[in-house]
């Protein structure tokens, strides 16, 4: 099952329930008023034929609480750190020019109880590396991520562990921006469910020249047809709409690692 699973999910007394999201595998279950959980990734199972019980060697983790409940939250939430993100092609974009890219990045799944929204467990839906975004002492760490930066994404075809993020590069430097690679950060912008297919709300990135901080703004601005009814995840961080940082020049690089 790959499409169709965010919302409340009934699991039955000794009844083991799999969902895929991209790479990963979940096994859920309850028993004994526990929820039980447990995952995989592809390159983790040997016998992809019959999906119905995890792997042999799987660990599982135990949630008990309070308020027993079978019923389980799926939710797609963004990564919890930012993301390098490696565009296929550079592109260079000329003085007091602004442009519109989206890019589609893989969602952290987070599993809670139904009633209370107690949350039992994040899963990356796919497996990124890390690894450091600026300077010794001015730099943080992130996933890595490659992407195409695309101007378009009528073409494309839908994946529902892919949040397609709209960006606008504003260049109002002086000098030409040769852009392949940024620091997304994505802890403040929302999720919705359009068509199926996951949206974020739009970043603008403001680039002021090469010694200074970008300023990144959230705007708020929903893609065309998605209203604020189709929200499905809130920011991780619901402060700041707008931060000066730097986002285009990387001085120092630690990874990527696993």
Request: proline share 5%; glycine share 4%; net charge positive.
């Amino acid at each position: 099952m790959d499409t169709d699973i965010w919302g409340k999910q009934s699991l039955e007394e000794g009844k083991t329930k799999h969902i895929s999201v991209g790479e990963l595998h979940i096994w859920l279950k309850y028993r004994n008023e526990e929820v039980w959980i447990t995952q995989a990734y592809n390159d983790e199972i040997k016998r992809k034929a019959d999906l119905d019980q995890p792997p042999k060697d799987a660990e599982w983790s135990r949630w008990a609480h309070k308020n027993s409940s079978a019923e389980v939250a799926i939710q797609p939430v963004f990564p919890d750190k930012p993301l390098v993100i490696h565009s296929e092609y550079s592109l260079k974009i000329s003085p007091e020019t602004q442009i519109q890219i989206y890019t589609r990045i893989p969602v952290w799944i987070r599993i809670s109880l139904a009633d209370n929204d107690y949350q039992l467990t994040e899963l990356p839906s796919v497996k990124l590396s890390r690894t450091w975004f600026g300077t010794e002492i001015e730099g943080e760490l992130c996933y890595h991520a490659k992407t195409k930066a695309r101007r378009d994404l009528s073409h494309v075809d839908k994946k529902p562990y892919l949040v397609s993020c709209p960006i606008k590069i504003v260049n109002k430097s002086v000098e030409e921006l040769t852009f392949s690679h940024f620091c997304f950060r994505v802890e403040r912008l929302s999720m919705f469910y359009h068509e199926h297919e996951l949206w974020a709300d739009e970043t603008q990135i403001i680039y002021q020249g090469e010694d200074l901080h970008s300023e990144v703004i959230m705007t708020g601005k929903l893609h065309k047809g998605i209203t604020k009814k189709q929200l499905l995840s809130k920011p991780r961080k619901q402060v700041h709409k707008s931060l000066a940082t730097r986002t285009f020049k990387r001085f120092f690089k630690v990874g990527p690692t696993n």
